[in-house]
């Protein structure tokens, strides 16, 4: 398992301190642990799949979950499911409600032959795919009131970033370092041995 840059993650996602603006995109059919853990947050959420559901088509379900930079539930979210492709974390210009219809508008698609189709853009392995293939109207209608997307990338340790510059794609990449806690502890051992000596 991958090991989560939380705070790399934190000042992403909440550049501006603990305010109203951040959600994740979660797929239920991604792992049979999403909704009950959504559920079990308490954190404000929405199902872009709307009326009575039966409970099995529920549990594959995308969700919009409304984070809270100081909730404990936000940080087991993002530990759970950053580096297994659960979702795309996003930061928003406009309340959960209006958020929501507009992810709602990008669930089908159609094909060449006019075929409907359910697009799972909600799956970072997707959408990192797909952003850089728009052409400007089609950024324009995927970001919306997006203000930026926020998904893992292909392998560990690394953080992507897109954001809608007036119909071009911004793209932005943070490595994150894997921290040798064993060296740090290495280190601090020798010197206590030493007597504090260097």
């Not at 909704?35 to 995308?62: E, Q, T």
Request: hydrophobic share 40%; aromatic share 8%.
């Amino acid at each position: 398992m991958a090991e989560v840059p939380i705070a790399e993650l934190m000042q992403r996602l909440w550049p501006r301190g603990d305010d109203e603006a951040t959600y994740v995109l979660l797929d239920g059919a991604r792992n049979p642990d999403v909704l009950p853990l959504i559920v079990a947050s308490a954190l404000p959420s929405k199902c872009l799949y709307i009326g009575d559901l039966d409970p099995a088509l529920a549990r594959v379900a995308p969700y919009l979950v409304h984070l809270a930079k100081s909730s404990p539930a936000t940080t087991t979210l993002l530990e759970r499911a950053w580096g297994d492709s659960w979702g795309v974390f996003l930061r928003a210009t406009v309340p959960m409600g209006a958020v929501h219809r507009h992810f709602r508008r990008l669930l089908r698609v159609q094909d060449e032959q006019g075929r409907r189709m359910l697009f799972r853009f909600y799956d970072p392995r997707v959408l990192r795919m797909y952003l850089p293939t728009c052409r400007p109207a089609e950024l324009n209608a995927m970001f919306g009131p997006v203000e930026i997307f926020v998904t893992e990338a292909d392998e560990a340790g690394r953080i992507l970033e897109f954001r809608n510059n007036h119909g071009v794609l911004g793209q932005g990449e943070v490595r994150v370092e894997k921290r040798l806690h064993w060296l740090g502890d290495y280190l601090r051992k020798s010197r206590d041995e030493d007597g504090g000596n260097p």
